[in-house]
């Protein structure tokens, strides 16, 4: 069993950016609201409720624990990933994460125009795509007419 001491020297090294960290600060709803604000630079932006390693089960295909879903203030859901690891797909990661959140909150023979809006902010510890910005919003538009998607909007980090 390690002694105090050493636990100690492992907790300091932990930064945000760490599962284990991460998930204690995703714990408290303020950081979570602070953590969006900021990278949504939309100062007004309530979270009401944060849950922390959301499991969303498929007895089907791949099921996906999220590391803090937020909702939002006006119902949207928030998916906020943090990623080390830069061995995977991150785009169809965050898509398949999307996917499941809406699938998950949206009933039988509900109409489509009830399914909820997903934000997801994707923060990883690598730039995986490679063109040297520390923020990137991805937004999907129709493609030549510039006209955005009003069904998901898409935020990576």
């Known amino acids: 069993m390690d ?22 600060l995703a714990d408290d709803l303020e950081v979570c ?9 939309d100062d007004r932006l309530i979270v009401e409720d944060v849950i922390v390693q959301s499991s969303h089960r498929n007895v089907w295909g791949r099921s996906v624990r999220l590391d ?19 061995s995977d797909n991150h785009l169809k990661r965050a898509r398949y994460n ?31 795509l490679g063109y040297g910005k520390t923020i990137y919003h991805i937004d ?8 955005p998607l009003m069904t998901v909007c898409w935020k990576y980090l």
Not at 74 to 84: A, M
Not at 107 to 127: A, L, N, Q, T
Not at 140 to 147: C, Q, W
């Open 140 to 147: 999907k538009v129709f493609g030549k007419t510039e006209l």
């Open 3 to 24: 002694s105090l001491a050493e636990k100690r020297e492992r907790v300091k090294k932990l930064r945000p950016i760490d599962d284990v960290f991460f998930e204690v």
């Open 68 to 86: 803090a879903l937020c909702i939002l203030g006006d119902g949207s859901r928030c998916d906020i990933e943090v990623q080390r690891a830069n």
């Open 98 to 128: 999307a996917a499941c959140i809406v699938t998950k909150n949206t009933d039988p023979g509900e109409r489509f125009e009830k399914v909820p809006r997903v934000i997801i902010v994707y923060i990883s510890e690598k730039d995986f």
């Open 33 to 41: 609201q602070e953590i969006l604000r900021t990278i949504l630079k």
